[in-house]
């Protein structure tokens, strides 16, 4: 690994995706996010403060991904310290699986929320780590509601593709106010303004962020529900869904630290493939031969199926601790199982894993914190349900939980907290905090964020290179998703002659993921930032 080669031919580009900057750098996955929390910076906030004000704004300029009725976790490190922020939310005190019988309804329409847990994620971390006062915070995204943004092609074509489930809601609310005249999705440039999460948002900013727990906006909230037949009421509000902190884990990748987050996040599938590819040259995984691509699959493979096989969530069975994942020389047992063909004996069918959307930001200031947010309303424009007269639409993230097996630590039951597969990181080179970093992309994530972390390491790419490079990933069930374009036809023939299935995917695939990382130079001054070219985002800093 060659820091002066990583960091020393980062290129910036005038669309901002690539930045530099000497006092701080925020990537997240809208330009007005971005450009939130880089104000915030620049009025003394720090990394907490300026994190905050970007995750509320990308909850109303991406509100295809996530929003203040959606789930957050976050990865924090201040003061030199890490900390992992368990931002749970919780399934209904009504929940029961006999209501659940149509699998339509954990996916579309008012049953399928959790309680919400975004903003109590925000304001715990606001209220905790952060500097500024609290009306600064939001001030931003309220502007955001009330001014509007211009709608992407990325919003667009979502738009397109969930319209029928949009439709398909009997209140219409969502459609009311995420299609255009509630009927057909917006175009490409069209300004987009929210009036009604514009007045939710101030009434939030001047009353604190415990205010959408309490008071008229639960009553609100619980008057919504009743009248759709959804299942949250005011007594689950009022129980917030309070964060936890809980310690981070880590592990070494070559000469870097890897620190993420324990369960229910999926940190430790994110460990675990770092630790098998560990096992194998960097030589041999930056040639490019068909044979490294076949032995990260089957990295892939083994490790996310190992976490499905072994399900631990930390709300129950507290007397399992369970490290096996952790040991190297579990890792390395399974490095070695991997041959020359595909392991026949992983099933060939792929479990159920929503949440295709969600999105991730990253954050470091000048006094060396650093703070990471995946938040998500679970699948696109979430449960296409919206609340009446306040402008956010629920999250579906109660596809997120087992409905067959009641052994299951997951099985739906009330206030229970639901899986999820984000893995924010942080990265350490010599004990000094080098990189944030996380993407969207449910099962994909492990894979995405490992081969970027891979590509800097192993390649010695720096990150603006890193991120151009095509997609690659494997589910349990051996089906290899490509970025067509980016590979060679012998190797798809490689992969699918020794049993693969191959799925081209279009070449900046929405698919794969979406990186964005903030960097801390070790050579010199400054910061790096990347926003993923695959979607609408930007990174900028102070100077």
Request: aromatic content about 10%; some cysteine.
């Amino acid at each position: 690994m060659d820091l002066h080669k990583i960091e020393g031919r980062f290129q910036s580009s005038k669309d901002k995706k690539f930045s530099e900057a000497k006092n701080g750098m925020v990537a997240s996955a809208f330009p007005d996010a971005t450009k939130a929390g880089v104000k915030i910076l620049e009025k003394g906030g720090n990394a907490v403060d300026a994190a905050c004000a970007t995750a509320l704004a990308l909850g109303v300029c991406e509100p295809q991904a996530s929003g203040i009725g959606g789930q957050s976790m976050a990865i924090l490190h201040i003061n030199g310290k890490s900390i992992a922020i368990d931002g749970s939310s919780r399934s209904p005190s009504l929940a029961h699986s006999s209501k659940y019988t149509k699998k339509r309804s954990r996916l579309v329409g008012y049953r399928a929320s959790t309680v919400p847990s975004t903003l109590a994620v925000i304001g715990f971390l606001h209220e905790r780590y952060g500097r500024l006062e609290w009306p600064k915070i939001v001030k931003p995204s309220i502007r955001i509601a009330e001014r509007g943004y211009k709608i992407t092609q990325l919003q667009h074509d979502l738009q397109v593709r969930e319209l029928p489930n949009f439709l398909k809601i009997k209140s219409k609310i969502g459609a009311k106010y995420f299609l255009k005249d509630g009927e057909v999705p917006y175009e490409v440039g069209d300004r987009f303004i929210q009036e009604d999460l514009a007045d939710t948002l101030r009434y939030v900013s001047a009353h604190g962020y415990r205010t959408f727990y309490h008071g008229q906006i639960a009553k609100k909230i619980d008057k919504d529900m009743r009248q759709n037949r959804g299942l949250i009421r005011e007594e689950d509000l009022n129980w917030i869904p309070e964060p936890i902190e809980r310690p981070t884990i880590s592990r070494h990748y070559r000469n870097v630290s890897v620190t993420t987050l324990p369960p229910p996040a999926a940190g430790r599938t994110l460990l675990l493939v770092l630790m098998m590819l560990n096992h194998l040259p960097s030589k041999f995984l930056r040639s490019g031969k068909n044979s490294s691509y076949h032995f990260i699959a089957e990295t892939f493979r083994k490790a996310f199926y190992h976490r499905v096989q072994r399900p631990f969530n930390p709300h129950t069975y507290h007397q399992i601790q369970d490290k096996l994942h952790l040991q190297r020389t579990f890792a390395k047992q399974m490095a070695d199982s991997i041959h020359n063909r595909m392991d026949v004996t992983l099933p060939m069918t792929d479990p159920f894993f929503g949440g295709e959307d969600t999105t991730h930001l990253s954050v470091m200031d000048k006094e060396g914190n650093a703070v990471g947010i995946t938040q998500s309303i679970e699948l696109a424009y979430g449960s296409k349900a919206a609340a009446d007269g306040l402008g956010f639409l629920y999250n579906n993230y109660m596809s997120a939980f087992e409905f067959e097996n009641p052994n299951h630590p997951y099985f739906i039951r009330p206030n229970a907290i639901p899986w999820t597969s984000v893995s924010p990181a942080l990265v350490f080179h010599n004990g000094k905090l080098w990189m944030v970093l996380g993407s969207p992309g449910s099962q994909r994530i492990f894979s995405a964020v490992s081969h970027f972390i891979s590509r800097l390491v192993d390649g010695d790419l720096p990150m603006n290179e890193a991120i151009m490079r095509p997609r690659f990933h494997c589910s349990i069930g051996g089906t290899v998703s490509i970025e067509e374009g980016g590979f060679d036809d012998s190797l798809l023939d490689y992969l699918a002659d020794i049993g693969y299935t191959i799925s081209k995917k279009e070449r900046w695939s929405f698919y794969h993921g979406a990186i964005h990382a903030v960097l801390k130079k070790q050579t010199g001054d400054g910061f790096q930032g990347v926003a993923e070219v695959r979607r609408d985002g930007t990174a900028e800093g102070v100077d």
